[in-house]
């Protein structure tokens, strides 16, 4: 039997991805999946705010608060077991997950991207740099990617992605809109094929000796 999904999410800022998985929880789309805590490393995120208006155990964690990353992890392996998490969503964490928590979790932290993986991905790729350069490369088309956590950025496989247009006369802002809108749907989407086993999170890679 397939086990119910115990949702730890990350988040550090407004939680608006955050706020879409729990109305999809909330709404019956999403089932046999509960979120069970919310961290956040920093005290001021609408995630931490959104996770107490709904009852769920949030904490601010940071490393500031402890000696050593060592301890801060520790701490965060600590609050996961306690809450029996065995999956850890990513909404807008802006800090890199250190690997303690990637082997412990191997395949069972998932992350959004507002682009469409493997492009404009990587170290610095985050908030309006994205979809600056998505603009500056001229492409017509940007998106979101849903994709496994792996030790470095951006770069885990991607499980679930869908093409957004760039317009005419868009900002980063406008295009940042509209790839939000579609985050919306995509990460409950990518959320209800994981907890129904239609997404699977452990498919070994296919090792190929040809580069791509
Ligand atoms: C989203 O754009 C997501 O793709 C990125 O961080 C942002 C989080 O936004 N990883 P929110 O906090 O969910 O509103």
């Known amino acids: 039997m397939r086990a119910k999904l115990n ?6 800022g407004k939680g608006s991805n955050f706020s879409a998985i729990i109305d999809a929880i ?3 789309t999403i089932r ?8 956040s490393n920093n005290s001021d995120a609408g995630a931490l705010t959104i996770a107490r208006n709904h009852g769920i155990p949030a904490m ?5 608060q402890f000696g050593s990353e060592g301890e801060f992890c520790e701490k965060l392996l600590q609050e996961l077991h306690n809450h029996h998490a065995n999956i850890i969503v990513l909404a807008g964490y ?11 979790f191997t395949n069972r932290i998932v992350n959004i991207h507002p682009a469409l ?12 740099n994205v979809h600056r350069a998505v ?31 760039v317009l005419p006369g868009d900002t980063p802002e406008t295009l940042a809109a509209r790839v939000l809108a579609v985050e919306h749907k995509l990460y409950p ?13 452990d498919v070994e890679q296919p090792t190929s000796s040809t580069s791509q």
């Open 60 to 64: 601010h964690l940071s490393e500031a």
């Open 135 to 165: 603009l500056a490369s001229g492409a017509s088309t940007s998106g979101a990617s849903v994709h496994i956590v792996d030790e470095e950025y951006d770069h885990g496989r991607v499980l679930l992605q869908k093409p957004v247009p």
């Open 32 to 39: 046999e999946a509960e979120i069970v805590l919310v961290v």
């Open 117 to 128: 993986l493997p492009e404009f991905g990587g170290r610095g790729m985050y908030g309006m």
């Open 26 to 28: 909330e709404a019956g």
């Open 189 to 201: 989407e990518a959320i209800r094929l994981i907890a129904e086993g239609q997404l699977a999170l």
């Open 7 to 12: 949702i730890a999410v990350f988040a550090s």
């Open 94 to 104: 802006m800090k890199k997950i250190d690997p303690t928590i990637i082997r412990r």
